[in-house]
T-cell receptor
Framework: SQKIEQNSEALNIQEGKTATLTCNYTNYSPAYLQWYRQDPGRGPVFLLLIRENEKEKRKERLKVTFDTTLKQSLFHITASQPADSATYLCALARMNRDDKIIFGKGTRLHILP | SAVISQKPSRDICQRGTSLTIQCQVDSQVTMMFWYRQQPGQSLTLIATANQGSEATYESGFVIDKFPISRPNLTFSTLTVSNMSPEDSSIYLC???????????FGQGTRLTVV
């Protein structure tokens, strides 16, 4: 069955350092890989999308890589700040009729001041 | 983009009762999605709500337990029927206006069944 794994349940990073989160998947061939941020008591908020034919995508302090051979995506937050503390979700989607998006469990990121 | 209004934001319900969650979108969308998120778990898709046809349910979810309405292109409801404590969870509605592109979520409904 399809499976998405995010590297750890929780990650503590010192303020100013780069936080790197990992997303691995099996039994799936996504057309898109997405990253979302979720704060407590709120719905997920979209951050970045990367297509299967793209290697890297950047947006301000965020960078996402996508390796379809390794079936892995890395999500980087550079110059991390305490306000970056949240749960980050990896999600996969295909260009199918059903257009379903499948989510990983998420990684709780804590940026320590 | 899409703005989604979901209500109620939270509720505490008695075992055996039913709760209907409403989801209103500020634009017309073909498909709306209902997810469940249990503590420490990923978002699990319950069903896809299509306007003008029956909802499509994922494995493990049935219409009798989670009936869905989709009367028009901007509104949907999910009912959690005959609730038990195992139904305590966060329920989220979502839309993805463009195929394969970003999804937008409501703020979620935190349901506690006692």
């Amino acid at each position: 069955s399809q499976k998405i794994e995010q590297n750890s349940e929780a990650l503590n990073i010192q303020e100013g350092k780069t936080a790197t989160l990992t997303c691995n998947y099996t039994n799936y061939s996504p057309a898109y890989l997405q990253w979302y941020r979720q704060d407590p008591g709120r719905g997920p908020v979209f951050l970045l999308l990367i297509r299967e034919n793209e290697k890297e995508k950047r947006k301000e302090r965020l960078k996402v890589t996508f390796d379809t051979t390794l079936k892995q995506s890395l999500f980087h937050i550079t110059a991390s700040q305490p306000a970056d503390s949240a749960t980050y979700l990896c999600a996969l989607a295909r260009m199918n009729r059903d257009d379903k998006i499948i989510f990983g469990k998420g990684t709780r990121l804590h940026i320590l001041p | 983009s899409a703005v989604i209004s979901q209500k109620p934001s939270r509720d505490i319900c008695q075992r055996g009762t039913s709760l209907t969650i409403q989801c209103q979108v500020d634009s017309q969308v073909t498909m709306m999605f209902w997810y469940r998120q249990q503590p420490g778990q990923s978002l699990t898709l319950i069903a896809t709500a299509n306007q003008g046809s029956e909802a499509t349910y994922e494995s493990g979810f049935v219409i009798d337990k989670f009936p869905i309405s989709r009367p028009n292109l901007t509104f949907s409801t999910l009912t959690v029927s005959n609730m038990s404590p195992e139904d305590s969870s966060i329920y989220l509605c979502s839309v993805a206006p463009l195929s394969g592109a970003e999804a937008f979520f409501g703020q979620g409904t935190r349901l506690t069944v006692v």
